[in-house]
């Protein structure tokens, strides 16, 4: 916590116990001013008392149930004060030095609403499995894939207030909607080539145990911002879904 923060970091959370302290210890080991602010949807697992005990170090937390991710978010960023915002989720991990990292490159490109680095994808056990998918900003990959990997990410406040952050709607693809309104409010998100943050890949998360859900919220958000679907996206539903269901269930064996 700082008395003059220069990032606001949302960190919504439900039922993460087992990896919320892991998330948080990330974040207090940024080396620049911060604020941590933790919204949690009324957890039955231990979550609490983790929040507990961090109190004295969080800036704002709370513990009770509500509309859901992105509202928890929405409403974490709006009692942050900081110029610039992010959020973690409870189960991903900041790399040592990324908000400084990350912030140093927004500094340079004042013309983008925001900036996005490398993310290692996580298996469960917290070793890492592969890198995630990044590339430098293209409107026509962004219609084709989510290129920018959410924890990986920093945000002017000035543009989240412009965009009215994240549309609590969505459940599924929120993040991806924001980079397109991000883009069509302030011009292409500016990327750095550096590793700055993890996500974890595990039974629970909502990407693993409902692909169908996700592929086809992501579609509408494509023909919503694009004004059609790429051909790439009806390809490779059947195979990406199947995959993804044969991905989960190895994961939820494994956890079990």
């Not at 469960?124 to 990410?153: H, N, V």
């Not at 993890?198 to 693993?208: D, G, N």
Request: aromatic share 12%; glycine share 6%.
């Amino acid at each position: 916590m700082s008395e003059h923060p220069l990032v606001s970091v949302a960190v919504p959370s439900y039922n993460q116990g087992k990896f919320l302290e892991k998330a948080l210890n990330s974040i207090f080991l940024q080396d620049i001013p911060h604020e941590i602010l933790v919204a949690d949807g009324g957890s039955s697992d231990g979550s609490l008392a983790i929040l507990q005990q961090w109190s004295p170090r969080l800036s704002w937390w709370r513990s009770h149930t509500d509309k859901g991710q992105a509202s928890a978010i929405n409403e974490a960023v709006s009692i942050g004060s900081a110029p610039y915002v992010c959020w973690l989720n409870s189960d991903d991990l900041l790399m040592p030095g990324a908000l400084a990292a990350l912030l140093e490159s927004l500094e340079k490109h004042r013309d983008s609403p925001a900036v996005y680095g490398k993310c290692w994808l996580l298996k469960p056990d917290g070793t890492k499995a592969m890198p995630y998918f990044t590339s430098s900003f293209s409107e026509w990959m962004l219609a084709r894939r989510c290129f920018i990997a959410q924890p990986a990410t920093l945000i002017r406040r000035s543009a989240w207030d412009a965009v009215g952050g994240l549309d609590e709607s969505l459940h599924m693809c929120l993040d991806y909607d924001l980079w397109w309104k991000l883009y069509k409010y302030g011009g292409p998100l500016n990327y750095l080539a550096k590793e700055v943050a993890a996500t974890r890949m595990h039974a629970e998360t909502k990407t693993s145990s409902r692909r169908a859900d996700h592929y086809r919220e992501a579609m509408s958000v494509v023909r919503k911002h694009y004004g059609s679907v790429p051909l790439k996206w009806y390809i490779a539903w059947p195979l990406m879904v199947t995959f993804a269901s044969l991905l989960h269930n190895f994961m939820k064996g494994k956890s079990n």
